[in-house]
């Protein structure tokens, strides 16, 4: 963890290689990890005091076997481009001479006035998760289901598929952080969330799939019907089972974060944009929230 010596770091690593909060507060917590990946799953979270509360995991293709013994030989990736500085009698020449002797220290001016103290700033923040009860133990049979929020929900596996494209996710019922921030919007009617007062919002939202394929699962944000963000998970083929549908289906994580300014009254919905779309309901998994900045 790097940072500057006159910056205070709000995590400390101890003696045993464990980050530790320094103080008692609202803390934004991201991760991003780039893997070469093999024929394996990848699942990684984020814990604090041994409970998971961020969870991200990628099911993988095919991936062609190695012929030289390399596992990575047909990872995929991502590479980074590198630049070349040019050479010639176009690149700038560098000066070689002697910095001179600094000058004496001029006096001490006067001291300004004093500024007007500036008004207390009081974060406005929420982190929406789905409240069900979670099974002991998660089965891919659908059993236990019933008909909910346009779609069908399955309290044996902690799923909801839901019937068309473009339905609003009506299953955010219950705000994290309430009671202790205060949130920018007023409590959700149908799925959707209204603005209660102008500013800049952090955005971000994270939905995790079992995608049983041909088709690819997506999700976006909207702001009063226009799509202000979208995440789209990879095709991928899965092999029928006549045990359940999702019995062969893959776990996958769609996340997408963004900044943007809105206005009072304005209301915000999540929308499944693909058909028959399973969800996993966990709160570690799938979860919206924003913070206003101002």
């Known amino acids: 963890m790097k940072q500057h010596q006159q910056q205070s770091a709000p995590l400390i690593k101890d003696v045993n290689g464990q980050l530790r909060t320094v103080k008692e507060g609202l803390y934004l917590l991201y991760l ?3 893997i070469q ?3 394996i799953a990848h699942d990684i979270g984020i814990f604090i005091d041994n409970q998971r509360k961020l969870d991200c995991r990628e099911t993988l293709d095919y991936i062609r076997p190695s012929t030289n013994g390399n596992p990575f030989q047909f990872a995929r990736g991502r590479r980074k481009n590198k630049r070349k500085h040019g050479k010639g009698r176009h690149r700038r020449k560098r000066c070689h001479c002697k910095r001179g002797k600094d000058g004496a ?6 001291r300004g006035i004093p ?4 008004a207390a700033f009081a974060i406005h923040a929420a982190h929406y998760v789905v409240d069900i009860p979670k099974p002991a133990l998660r089965s891919f049979h659908q059993d236990n289901c019933e008909t909910k929020w346009n779609g069908v929900l399955c309290s044996s596996n ?3 598929m839901n019937n068309g494209k473009g339905d609003v996710i009506q299953a955010f019922n219950t705000n994290n952080l309430n009671g202790t921030v205060t949130s920018p919007f ?3 009617d149908d799925g959707k969330f209204k603005i209660l007062q102008d500013g800049l919002v952090l955005f971000y939202l994270n939905i995790a799939v079992l995608s049983k394929g041909p088709f690819r699962d997506s999700f976006a ?3 009063d019907n226009k799509r202000i963000m979208q995440c789209t998970e990879s095709k991928d083929i899965t092999v029928p089972s006549d045990i359940s549908p999702l019995f062969n289906a893959k776990e996958k994580t769609c996340s997408a974060t963004g900044l943007y300014y809105v206005r009072k009254d304005q209301n915000v919905s999540i929308k499944i944009l693909s058909a028959d779309t399973a969800i996993i309901l966990y709160p570690e998994m799938t979860y919206f929230g924003a913070v206003l900045l101002r």
């Open 115 to 118: 500024g007007a103290a500036g």
């Open 32 to 34: 991003n990890v780039l």
């Open 158 to 160: 902690a799923t909801f």
């Open 221 to 223: 944000v909207h702001v």
């Open 37 to 39: 990946a093999t024929k």
């Open 105 to 110: 220290v001029g006096p001490k001016g006067p």
């Open 186 to 188: 007023s409590p959700a």
